[in-house]
């Protein structure tokens, strides 16, 4: 008996308007019960292919379509998207946006209500247990956090209780543990109800732990649909896609070191038995432990005794940061840290001036950002927002670029408007509209608008979020040139690779309070304090502190770098006992 409920024969979509198909010429089937993680670079195609599934296209996005969709045994071209929905459950990755009603319970609930089902409020109580959102079923939704707001949108998916669940990037909004809770939902609805998942995922790590097959999608087309063990073992064409493999199998591979014949490892437990079987010293050496945070640097930020408040609905005030004191200093490079709703954003507010403390002081160059406005603050302090296209608001990204230095006036602003393209490479694409520019270019375009401000501080909420791994590290290296710019620059931040590979200095908040102010080391190496934050470490820090060493690797280069170095002198050591026998 055929279980295949997922068929898609060679479809071919062209959104209206576009110049080539968004999607050529796909066809793969999927079984009841699978788990796949879907792959891509920034506009492969891979948000294009789930809404075929639950019949937005070709219903809503009325582009040039060809081809068969079969949804358990239906043609989405014949079915409306309101049956299809019965099926197939879809968190969006704005998934804000589908959150319509002002309760927690209505939310819920609202899919089973529109269907007429008498009992839709149990079912929308039961979709809120099965997404394990423990809150007040007459919560106001805009009370909750983004993690939350998450967990009930995947509520409202599953009240339907639906054959198919549709995630797009599960964890770009959320911080580690709560990023591996929501996983550990979604393979607990796979395993014990059923539901075949499917998630579009540029954490390949995530893939590796929860997925059971992969779809590889490049420039519109399926590459192929393998296991996860085989598809993560495919190095060097995911690197040509520009798609990086588990950390520790990158090592592996680099290392050459197999944990069978013909593969690599692609957990963290894996790597960790492969590398524990190997005779080497690996870190045993001494190696020099970071330097800690210095204060006795050229201060340029002072924040003492601060509390911030926000009113309630019921016109309560709910305390955000509690008696906050830090200072800020020239040449550092900042990574805010710590779960959802540990006001990691309201200390970014702070700093520009948005918001004011209840009580306690900001000073920064001297000013008071009680007695300075916002657009003084401006001069020194650029705050560049999570979503990048709240920075674009003219009709090209060389308009964005200008407009600050044109309301300033500055004179001959043009050839250091020519300077800021070329430094971010947006040469091709300066006459464009920023809102339609890929997750990575809009993200680049929004850093060189701030930089065009010439400001001494720059601030980023979540930069790396919902872009791919390889757009990623081009971030990463596009704010270490930074330093070059500006004196600070300060990033809130749930990417603890970028948080290993780019800060000196990590301040850890939780519950709008500083738990730890201090180096990677002084962070990572601190178990209870990683718990209590929600961290998780980078896979490659895990597997250089699992298999003993005595100082931590931050990049796969590095651990890579320490293991030949380590193993030549084991070698080494091994000749010269053999010449003293």
Known sequence: MCHNHIAIENVTFTYPGGEKPVLSNISFTLEKGDFVGIIGGNGSGKSTLCKLLNGIIPHYYVGDFSGQVMINGLDTREHKVADLSRYVGYVYQDFENQIVRPTVIDDASFACLNYGYADYRERGARALELAQLNVNLDEFVWQLSGGQKHLLALAGALSLDPDILIVDEPVAQLDPVHARLFYDILKD????????????????????????????????????????????????????????????????????????????????????????????????????????????????????????????????????????????????????????????????????????????????????????????????????????????????????????????????????????????????????????????????????????????????????????????????????????????????????QLVAEWANRIIVLHEGKVLHDGTRESVFSNTPLLKKAGLIPPQILELSKDIGGSSLSYSVDDFVNRWKSTRKEVDCCELYAKASR
């Open 189 to 496: 609805i796979n395993k014990n109800r059923g539901t075949t998942i499917i998630v579009i995922e540029h954490h390949t790590e995530f893939i590796a732990d929860y997925c059971h097959h992969v779809l590889l999608m490049n420039e519109g087309q399926l590459v192929w649909k393998k296991e996860t063990k085989h598809a993560l073992n495919e190095v060097e064409q995911l690197m040509k896609y520009a798609i990086f493999p588990p950390q520790v199998t990158q090592a592996a591979y680099q290392l050459n070191m197999k944990d069978s014949p013909s593969s690599y490892p692609i957990t963290c437990d894996e790597a960790i038995k492969l590398f524990k079987q190997s005779e080497s010293m690996f870190f045993k050496s001494t190696f020099k432990k970071e330097v800690a945070f210095s204060p006795t640097r050229e201060s340029i930020i002072s924040m003492t005794g601060i509390d911030v408040s926000y009113k309630t609905v019921s016109r309560k005030k709910h305390k955000v940061i509690h008696d906050l004191s830090l200072s800020f200093e020239k040449g550092d490079l900042i990574a805010l840290v710590g779960n959802n709703g540990a006001g990691k954003s309201s200390l970014l507010k702070l700093l520009t001036g948005l918001i004011k403390p209840d009580k306690g002081d900001v000073v920064i160059k001297d000013f008071h950002t009680k007695t300075t406005s916002p657009e003084k603050l401006a001069n020194i302090v650029t705050y560049i927002y999570q979503n990048p296209e709240d920075m674009f608001i003219e009709d090209s990204i060389r308009k964005d670029i200008e407009f600050y230095l044109k309301a300033r006036k500055v004179a001959n602003y043009q050839s250091f408007v020519d300077e800021i393209i070329r430094m971010f490479r947006l040469e091709d694409i300066q006459e464009r509209d920023g809102r339609l520019l890929s997750g990575g270019q809009q993200r680049r375009a929004s850093v060189a608008i701030g930089v065009a401000m010439q400001p001494h501080i720059i601030l980023l909420d979540e930069p790396t979020a919902n872009l791919d791994i390889a757009t990623k590290k081009d971030i990463t290296h596009m704010l270490s040139q930074l330093q070059e710019q500006v004196e600070t620059v300060i990033i809130a931040t749930h990417d603890m």
